[in-house]
Every structure is written in structure tokens, then in C-alpha cells.
């Protein structure tokens, strides 16, 4: 398997954790009677972690989803690299430098995410917080599995770009800077 198939395969991945995070994120809600009369409802929106997350998730998906359309649209050109791709390869590597920078944006939002949901889950008795995940039990697992799909999806996401980096810079030469190996 060539870097160009394991590079896809990591894409589709980190495409469907993403979607997923996202989904498992947005869409759990939990609703609970309190007092015989007053209910509440628990979503993503009652913590801006999640609700940042989500819409991160998102657009980051999208992403790798018009980067694994882009593979399938021009699949030869990086298994040859000749001077009329050569641009092509460096807008795409530079286009994963921003992914690289959007996976450490993903990584930070998830940790911070973890954080807020780790109060959520033990309280906080100083600030008088108590520990929402008693109520809301179901809510609180399915934010702590999309939180675990992010963070693989955000590894997955470090990895794509270095072998990104990998395919662009195997056709130059090592000893002379940026110019292409001879046949």
C-alpha cells in the first residue's frame, strides 16, 4: 500500500470520526423532571466546548471530504511529479499545512471540551458546582464517546499531514535545496 492509499484511507477516517463527533455531539439531548413539574433539558448548547466543537467538527470534515474528492479527481499526479504538477503539489501541501494547523485547533477545542465535561462530571464544590453527569447520565456518555472519536480523528489528522509533507518532498533532491530528483 502506497502513501497516496494510506494517506486516503486516513482522510475517509478522520472524515467519518469527525462526522460523527459532530452528530453524537449535536444531536444529544436529555430531558429530566425535576420537582414533579419543572423540567430541563440537557444539549450541547448549555456548554460552549460542545457547541464550538460541533461546528469545528464540521467544517473539518468538509475538508477532508473535498481532499479525498480532490484524490479521486486527479489521482496520478503526485505518483509522478512532473513541473506541470509541481505547483499543484505545493497548493496542496501548503492547503495541509492549514489542515496541520486545523488539527491542532481540533485537538485544543477537544481537550477543552474534556475539560468542561470533567466538571461537569466531578463538580466543583469551591464554586458550588455540583456534578451535572448524576442527572444526566446518558448525555454524559455519548459526550464522552464523541469526545474519544474527536480526539483519534485529531491524531489521525496530525498523521495525514506528515504523510502529506512525506509524498511532496520524496521527489526532491536531498542534497540540492527544492529541486527534483533526476530520473
Same mark, same amino acid.
Given at each position: 500500500? $502506497?502513501? @497516496? ?5 486516513? *482522510? #475517509? ?12 455531539? /449535536? ?10 413539574? &419543572? ?6 448548547? $448549555?456548554?460552549?466546548?460542545? !457547541?464550538? %466543537?460541533? @461546528? ?13 474528492? *480532490?484524490? !479521486? #479527481? ?9 513541473? +506541470?504538477? *509541481?505547483?499543484?503539489? @505545493?497548493?496542496?501541501?501548503? &492547503? ?7 488539527? !491542532? ?11 468542561? +465535561? ?10 458550588? @458546582?455540583? =456534578? ?12 464522552? /464517546? ?5 480526539? #483519534? ?5 496530525? %498523521?495525514?499531514? +506528515? #504523510? ?5 518532498? *520524496?521527489?526532491?533532491?536531498? =542534497?540540492?535545496?527544492?529541486? &527534483? =530528483? /533526476?530520473?
Amino acid at each position: 500500500m $502506497d502513501t @497516496w492509499n494510506i494517506e486516503a484511507f486516513l *482522510r #475517509i477516517l478522520s472524515t467519518v470520526l469527525f462526522a460523527l463527533t459532530a452528530c453524537l455531539v /449535536g444531536f444529544d439531548t436529555q430531558t429530566k423532571v425535576l420537582f414533579y413539574t &419543572l423540567t430541563k433539558k440537557a444539549t450541547f448548547k $448549555d456548554l460552549n466546548a460542545l !457547541y464550538v %466543537i460541533v @461546528w469545528i467538527d464540521t467544517a473539518v470534515a468538509v475538508y477532508n471530504l473535498l481532499q479525498v474528492l *480532490r484524490s !479521486y #479527481i486527479l489521482p496520478g499526479f503526485r505518483k509522478d511529479l512532473k513541473a +506541470s504538477y *509541481r505547483y499543484l503539489a @505545493w497548493g496542496i501541501y501548503l &492547503l495541509d499545512q492549514g489542515f496541520q494547523a486545523a488539527a !491542532y485547533v481540533v485537538f485544543a477545542a477537544t481537550m477543552a471540551a474534556v475539560q468542561a +465535561s470533567t466538571l461537569a462530571v466531578t463538580g466543583e464544590k469551591s464554586f458550588q @458546582w455540583m =456534578k451535572v453527569c448524576n442527572r444526566y447520565t446518558r448525555f454524559c456518555v455519548q459526550i464522552g /464517546g464523541a469526545l474519544l472519536c474527536g480526539s #483519534i480523528a485529531a491524531i489521525l489528522m496530525a %498523521i495525514t499531514s +506528515s #504523510i502529506s509533507a512525506y509524498a511532496l518532498f *520524496r521527489h526532491y533532491s536531498p =542534497k540540492k535545496f527544492l529541486q &527534483l =530528483k /533526476g530520473k
